[in-house]
């Protein structure tokens, strides 16, 4: 059933979606629009070990777990990998990560890779200084950047130790990103949130695959180790089965591995960008948290000048994609004067489009976790609209929604589209309960959050929603939302139009979208504060 200012009912939705052209920003403000709940959880249900798609499939030295990641331009790309298996036990003995090279072998035929590029390895631990709990230690981690490389151009590779016999790995290939420039484009680029590793996780993977996307966005929490105590046991709410019985929030590390295994057949393919969620935080002994997170992916930290795994920033064609972090200091903080300098340098005559992202919403109108990321709203908010960003993407709460333009919880043409993906399958409770149904209002947040930034959403103070913590009514910001799994794909067509759908699991097999979209750039209306504005 839908439900929608203006009911129709859904036949004619549908009708009118398969006959009409995308709706356009350039239209003015839509919806407000609430699709109640089609499906349940359906196949929230983790993958077991016993799984063929995450067992450890190599012997030896042999790689695994193969993954390639962007660097800050289309000239450079990472390839990841590991070798050997992770340990878990009481006591571990970390891999010496210098008993295996760490090179990559690529060209532009599969029978033609004499290029050769070397990198660096790494191990990382979880460990737990509580009795009976079990530590681990990870396989070998290398990470290799191919530099050189021309854009737009299918490049082979194989990667692994070529002195040892049996270490390489077959021959896999992943196309470069377009040249820099106002008129250069990729064709699909993926935006997914809280994959976890779940049936309905393969579900989502599996309808993104078969849409090929040339990018994907993966905007936070990604194994869901943390659900689970170290022997394994898992559950859909730590809190609620394990924080007054355990010591520590712990975990079981060989669900990453699981993960990895699970996803190279896209990964090592299609170039990902990953960016940090409240699941990847795994505090463990000294208070050392995101040892997985940054151990396993390349970031174009160095490239970008972050020297940071939490953000950084990168281009593709006329995009410049920035990657922030809700999980660290945000407030005048290295993460902020970064951004300052990287938004000062943007030249939008070259990258027309600004396009953010990061974990934890800023606007989201559902109960879970309602106005949480306030704090990070607060602090960055009016920098990225002083220099015009276009689109956010986030993930976090579990459903999807489309907001209108929005600055300061108010309509503006010149604020940022925000568009929440935040349901790729995992295991955890998905949002259906909006925080604007009577009664339905959570409690204003009241315990400061060590890595979300404390208090800052206090009632607010104009506008329809004056003198509440809440909005009575979807708020006119919010311009499209539903509880469903799915992934996102976003297709820029030029310098001010780009096509935005949300495809749902259950329209795989029926060639139909969610919610679908042209996103407008009008850079004559607004001001820019680029260096070098935008020339249209």
């Known amino acids: 059933m839908w439900m929608w200012r203006g009911s129709l009912p859904l036949f004619l939705l549908l009708l009118a979606a398969a006959t009409a052209e995308p709706a356009s920003m350039l239209e003015g403000p839509s919806g407000p629009v609430t699709v109640l709940l089609q499906e349940d959880r359906g196949h929230a249900v983790d993958l077991p070990d016993t799984d063929p798609r995450v067992q450890r499939r190599v012997t030896g030295w042999a790689p695994e777990q193969i993954a390639v990641a962007l660097s800050a331009a289309p ?17 571990v003995k970390p891999l010496d990560p210098g008993t295996v090279g760490s090179v990559v072998r690529y060209g532009l035929a599969a029978d033609s890779v004499v290029r050769e590029a070397t990198g660096d390895a790494l191990v990382y631990s979880q460990l737990y200084p509580f009795e009976g ?31 040892i016999p049996g270490a390489m790995s077959a021959v896999h290939a992943f196309r470069t990103m377009p040249a820099v420039g106002p008129r250069s484009y990729p064709g699909r680029i993926a935006v997914v949130g809280d994959l976890g590793l779940t049936y309905n996780t393969t579900s989502t993977v599996e309808h993104m695959a078969s849409n090929q996307p040339d990018l994907v966005l993966l905007v936070g929490d990604v194994s869901y180790a943390n659900l689970y105590l170290t022997n394994g046991t898992g559950t859909d709410c730590y809190s609620c089965s394990f924080a007054k019985s ?12 699981y993960w990895g295994r699970y996803m190279e057949p896209v990964t090592s393919s ?73 938004l000062a340098k943007v030249d939008r005559s070259v990258t027309p489009w600004l396009v953010a992202g990061w974990h934890a919403p800023w606007y989201s109108t559902y109960k879970a976790h309602y106005r949480e990321a306030e704090c990070m709203r607060v602090a960055m908010e009016e920098l990225l609209y002083s220099y015009g960003i276009d689109i956010v993407f986030t993930g976090h709460v579990h459903a999807y929604e ?19 993906v935040g349901d790729g399958g995992n295991r955890e409770k998905m949002a259906t309960t909006h925080a604007d149904e009577p009664g339905r209002c959570p409690e204003p947040l009241s315990t400061p959050d060590d890595f979300m930034g404390g208090f800052c959403a206090f009632n607010f103070t104009s506008g329809p929603a004056a003198g509440s913590f809440c909005w009575d009514r979807q708020p006119d910001y919010s311009a499209y939302r539903e509880s469903s799994f799915g992934h996102g794909i976003l297709e820029v067509k030029n310098e001010t139009h780009a096509l935005w759908k949300w495809h749902r699991n259950q329209d795989l097999y029926q060639g139909a979208v969610g919610d679908e979209i042209y996103i407008v750039r009008e850079p004559e209306r607004c001001l820019l504060k680029s260096s070098i504005a935008a020339y249209f």
Request: proline share 5%; aromatic share 16%; glycine share 8%.
């Open 75 to 91: 000239t450079s790309a990472w390839v990841s990998w590991i070798t050997g298996d992770f340990q878990m036990g009481g006591a």
């Open 133 to 163: 709990l079990q530590n681990y230690t990870s396989g070998i981690i290398h990470h290799v950047r191919l530099q050189g490389l021309e854009p737009g151009t299918k490049y082979y590779y194989q990667c692994g130790d070529p002195a």
């Open 246 to 257: 355990t010591p520590i929030h712990e975990t079981y590390q060989p669900r990453w591995d």
């Open 270 to 342: 299609t170039p990902m960008m990953v960016v940090e969620g409240n699941h990847e935080i795994e505090q463990q002994i000294g208070n050392k948290t995101f040892a997985a997170y940054s151990a396993r992916f390349a970031f174009p930290s160095k490239e970008s000048e972050s020297f940071s795994p939490f953000y950084y920033s990168f281009d593709v064609g006329g995009i410049h994609f920035i990657m922030l972090a809700a999980y660290a200091n945000y407030s005048k903080s290295d993460q902020y004067r970064w951004l300052e300098k990287d």
């Open 402 to 420: 489309r907001s209108n333009r929005v600055f300061n919880y108010t309509l503006d043409p010149c604020g940022a589209v925000h568009i929440s």
